[in-house]
């Protein structure tokens, strides 16, 4: 970061995170990052008239002929900031652009070394239906939900992350806006917007206060290893953030892409339940996917969350399906219709609160895990047991107090130990019989209820049978089978089998 205000020249390089920065008067200054990581330039400008639509900024980062071109945006007090996530080793070298003078026309360059071991890069679609990083590390998606853990306050903020360093989630659903909601009463510290709650807002000028302490949320997820899901909109909302204009709507998008696309652990959920927001048409959502999808120079996974109605994930600008339902039989359907990544990302939550969708036993969330996997697929967590004081993991995060998660680590564990997902095929039904293999070297077999099951297996030297109890978290052999049709009766429910040569 460039901030030309300071008579000195300030160097920071924070390696673990990838972010550079530094302060000079000068045109040039060289400073280094990490492949993956945060160059950050920051910039002095006007404060007068409303920075936030009067002032455009932006700027080419090139190197080799590859030009990005990043949105800068306003940070509050004359501050001007452009973050770019290089990713090549290299000199890259800048210029801004700006209608105004102050901002126009600075240049500089940095040094982009070797990213440290922990950082893998962003997280990209595979082989149509599967993810990896981009350093070609696999990347099984086990996510869970928190949409509004990020407007709780310090204390059950930095709760929720020692929860998370815990826990076997790599993937975090959460929400940009507040939430108001059945349980989701409380006000949040900070808002979006300046003006004065509830509805007194000036959507043309953002709170850079709510979003340096939102970014810092999503850079504390980093540290985790955790992928950042961000969600823009949702229907839930009694500040009338739901019920902007289609200027402010867009302006937002634009805001928030400019501020948080650089964090490579970001990917982009256009809303939660995007069908139960009224004010909202089809077209509105195919024009917002499209405002990121040109504003985003790093181009980030990009969904949209369903209620009843589902949006086409078919459309080009989708990079993965992310569904709402607790029907898990009809993953290699979904497969099949989109030919993108199938992530269940609300299967209904465990725990024990009246409505329906939050209920479900953790037995029931763990079933719902292996059938998804088992389909190709990818599955999200949520928790929502009672609480006198309402905090439910779901909504706010905290402490998690169901029995899934453990279970859930042993099958990311278990998957961990088997070939990569992308090498595997699911080729069982609508049914409920689930398969995946990789033909002539690992067939694994889900069943939620015993039945007789035939197998074809292929090959020329007999197969080991270990039967894997998916609840008590145990590996049992239990005999061996010759290739061909093999014919065998599960012996147990909610099991899986496993045949390796």
């Given amino acids: 970061m460039v901030r030309r205000v300071l008579p000195v020249v300030i160097l920071i390089v924070i390696f673990s995170l990838g972010v550079a920065s530094a302060e000079s008067t000068q045109d040039l200054e060289i400073n280094m990052i990490e492949r993956w990581g945060m160059y950050e330039l920051t910039l002095a400008g006007p404060e007068t008239g409303n920075p936030f639509v009067d002032v455009e900024l932006t700027a080419e980062f090139a190197l080799n002929g590859r030009v990005f071109e990043p949105h800068g945006f306003y940070d509050g007090d004359g501050v001007y900031k452009i973050r770019f996530m290089p990713d090549a080793v290299g000199e890259w070298k800048y210029i801004t652009k700006s209608n105004h003078a102050a901002l126009d026309g600075k240049t500089g360059q940095f040094t982009c ?4 071991a922990n950082n893998h890069g962003p997280v990209r679609v595979h082989n149509d239906f599967c993810f990896q990083y981009a350093d070609g590390t696999p990347y099984h998606q086990f996510g869970t939900t928190c949409y509004a853990w990020a407007h709780q306050g310090e204390a059950m903020e930095e709760q929720t992350l020692q929860t998370l360093a815990n826990a076997p989630f790599n993937k975090l659903r959460m929400c940009i806006f507040p939430k108001d909601y059945v349980y989701n009463k409380n006000e949040p510290v900070y808002y979006p917007f300046e003006g004065t709650p509830l509805k ?3 959507f043309t000028r953002f709170n850079p206060e709510f979003w340096r302490h939102f970014e810092q949320r999503v850079r504390d997820l980093l540290q985790l290893g955790i992928e950042a899901d961000l969600i823009l909109f949702h229907t839930y909302d009694r500040w009338d953030f739901e019920n902007m204009d289609a200027a402010s709507d867009d302006r937002y998008i634009r805001y928030a892409v400019a501020r948080l696309a650089a964090f490579r652990n970001v990917w982009w959920s256009l809303a939660n339940e995007y069908d139960f927001m009224p004010a909202k048409e089809e077209s509105d959502w195919d024009r917002f996917f499209q405002i990121i ?3 985003d120079p790093y181009q980030r996974l990009r969904g949209i969350h369903n209620g009843r109605r589902w949006y086409d994930h078919s459309k080009p600008w989708v990079t993965h399906t992310s569904i709402q339902t607790s029907n898990m039989t009809h993953g290699i359907r979904y497969r099949s219709q989109y030919k993108k990544p199938v992530i269940y990302d609300e299967c209904r939550y465990e725990g024990d609160i009246p409505q329906g969708w939050g209920n479900i036993s953790a037995r029931q969330m763990v079933q719902h895990f292996w059938a998804g996997t088992v389909s190709g697929c990818y599955v999200g967590h ?3 047991y009672k609480h006198p004081e309402d905090l439910l993991w779901w909504a706010k995060g905290g402490v ?8 859930i680590a042993f099958l990311k564990s278990f998957m961990a130990d088997a070939p990569a997902f992308d090498t595997l095929e699911p080729i069982g039904d609508d049914s409920g019989l689930y398969i995946l293999a990789k033909p002539g070297e690992y067939y694994l077999i889900y069943t939620t209820d015993p039945q007789t099951i035939t197998l074809e297996l292929s090959g020329n030297q007999p197969y080991k049978i270990d039967a894997v109890d998916t609840w008590n978290m145990k590996i049992v052999p239990i005999g061996t089978a010759q290739p061909g049709a093999y014919t065998f009766a599960a012996p147990y429910s909610d099991f ?6």
């Fill in 382 to 384: 949520g928790e929502t």
């Fill in 293 to 295: 999808r040109d504003h």
């Fill in 400 to 407: 998690l107090r169901g029995e899934s998660p453990q279970r």
């Fill in 496 to 501: 899986a089998y496993r045949f390796t040569p």
């Fill in 200 to 202: 007194n807002w000036d």
């Fill in 113 to 116: 070394i070797a990213p440290s």
